[in-house]
């Protein structure tokens, strides 16, 4: 058996400081590192002794096959080399970790996994609310809008757990799940969009769910992004009037203007 | 306006090596704590200057009332002074940070979030499994079993969503959560429990959804713990026949059985 091992290391969203200490542990005693494109590329400051080979796979783009990658991660760790292969967000959700797991076991190669700060959650953190508000819902659902079959998700059957929504790679069909949502869904529910959450580029758009995805798509607001969808992301609505972050700057006039009319859609409609 | 300031920090599942850096620096330059009975109280260490007070408000037992904690971290922040609110897990799922930052923006004190890792994520990385394999969901739901006005989550919506579940505070009541699981999802279902998932007293069973509430009791598992539930938790089976973590000594044989007893069944039904 090898004395290698592969480490298969969440990035986080992008801010550095939001890494694990036992994720810099990890990139410090690297000897290769497979930098996924999601990943902040300033990562490999803290891994000075690795050799860093960058191997994108952005949906739709020119790109790494899977296949390669798993092959890569292989050959250095049976080479009795520390593989540390990093994944933006926490390599978890909607990483690929699953295949890439299931070949390293085949392989007899020892992983270990370090988790990280799903985009989702640094989402929440920058509209200043909870993903579960316990006065609005019992949870939250995280889930792609990207189905391998190229389908799309049961949208009614999400909606109707009443979980907020936190919706990842959905920008690129961001009609088609609008309009799935509103069959399910009130028209007034509040939604919000942040791309590139927990980078310094990152910006936020807030409304409501009928105006998602005409007005965020007329923001500027595209891939990489989280949609949030549910009554816990109401809560954002005071926080955007007193939040002084520049991130907010772009979209929040426009965002607070969608919100008092949504205020008083519901006021008038009670 | 005061110039003191509120952090709500995630601590993550335990281990202090999955704290962020960032959470790391807030704790560094902290006045106060205010600390979770769930964050690991090894955590102070990290904040030496800092005046600790302990505010466990676990469910059910005896506790720190929440308009406690709350009228807590304002007086210490109108006083010009650094008050770090620690929670464990993420902050922003199932923490209360929802009635905090509310109570915190009325009183115009500024709040900075640090995301942390939520037990969730930790408990897949010790199975060994991504929350959402693209071959057997599109997502991962988050539900506390534990419902405001005492009524249970409607678990056959859940279960409809077809996303794994990861069910938080599920084991007091685990016999009448799996009883409506399993009136919507297969018996077969694979299924597993975590309890400290991301500390070292972290222990697991793993089996299948029909064993899952007499089993896991059986083996000693309680609070606090994640119950997992869907497709993807049955990648987990390879896992547990090569992970050495001393962590699973305990459960794994059992575990393994019932995992043999499903994959034996699977083979028989199809």
């Not at 949208?155 to 799935?180: D, F, K, N, P, V």
């Not at 580029?201 to 500027?220: F, M, N, S, T, Y």
Request: neutral net charge; glycine residues 10%.
């Amino acid at each position: 058996m090898t004395t290698g091992k592969v480490t298969l290391l969440s990035a986080g969203p992008g801010d550095l400081d939001l890494l694990t200490i036992k994720a810099a542990k990890a990139l410090a005693a690297a000897d290769i590192v497979l930098l996924d494109d999601l990943a902040n590329p300033g990562i490999v400051s803290l891994a000075p002794q690795a050799r860093v080979i960058r191997v994108g796979k952005r949906g739709g783009c020119k790109s790494t096959p899977q296949a390669f990658i798993q092959r890569l991660m292989q050959r250095y760790a049976l080479k009795g080399l520390h593989v540390v292969r990093v994944k933006g967000g926490d390599a978890l959700l909607f990483g690929r970790a699953g295949e890439e797991l299931t070949a390293l076991r085949r392989a007899q190669i020892p992983v270990e996994i370090i988790n990280g700060i799903s985009s989702g959650f640094a989402a929440a953190a920058s509209l200043g609310i909870s993903l579960t508000h316990r006065e609005h819902c019992q949870g939250v659902t995280f889930v792609t809008a990207h189905k391998q079959d190229h389908g799309e998700p049961n949208w009614a059957a999400l909606a109707a757990t009443g979980t907020t929504l936190a919706i990842y790679m959905g920008m690129t069909r961001i009609e088609s799940l609008c309009q799935a949502l509103l069959s399910a869904l009130p028209a007034l529910t509040p939604a919000a969009v942040v791309q590139w959450a927990g980078t310094a580029a990152e910006r936020c758009w807030l409304g409501r769910l009928d105006h998602l995805a005409i007005d965020a798509v007329k923001e500027g607001l595209g891939s990489p992004a989280v949609i949030l969808v549910g009554n816990a992301v109401g809560e954002a609505v005071n926080w955007v009037t007193h939040k002084e972050s520049s991130a907010f700057a772009v979209a929040e006039q426009t965002s607070f203007n969608a919100w008092q009319d949504n205020a008083e859609a519901v006021a008038h409609a009670a």
